[in-house]
């Protein structure tokens, strides 16, 4: 068995965060990536994390949610990913907000 890391990166979607009132109502660029820990235990595909479908469903789920926080959307998107398939043991996400000031959310989560 080996221990595989994937990471998928630079994600756009357009979503609704922030606390001020412009940006309540005005979907913003957001960029997001992540990566995650999982048990290769063979070379086939059916023993594989499906990435493609989870960047989808990620992609999809930021877009239909309202947050006031970069944190709490990243942190969402962090447990997705572990919801996602059982394989996953471990897995780190950043989000930035593509504004003026760019700030950047960090999160590790484990499965326990």
Known sequence: MVKAWISVNKILCETIIGIYPDELYTPQ??????????????????????????????????????????ETLTAEIAKKILAFSAKITRTKVYCIKLNELKPKAEIELHNS
């Not at 070379?43 to 990620?58: K, N, W």
């Open 29 to 70: 660029t957001v960029e997001f990536g992540f990566s995650f820990e999982y048990a290769a235990t063979t070379d086939s595909i059916e023993d594989a994390v499906d990435y493609a479908v989870l960047t989808d469903e990620l992609k999809a789920f930021a877009a239909s949610c309202k947050f006031k926080l970069l």
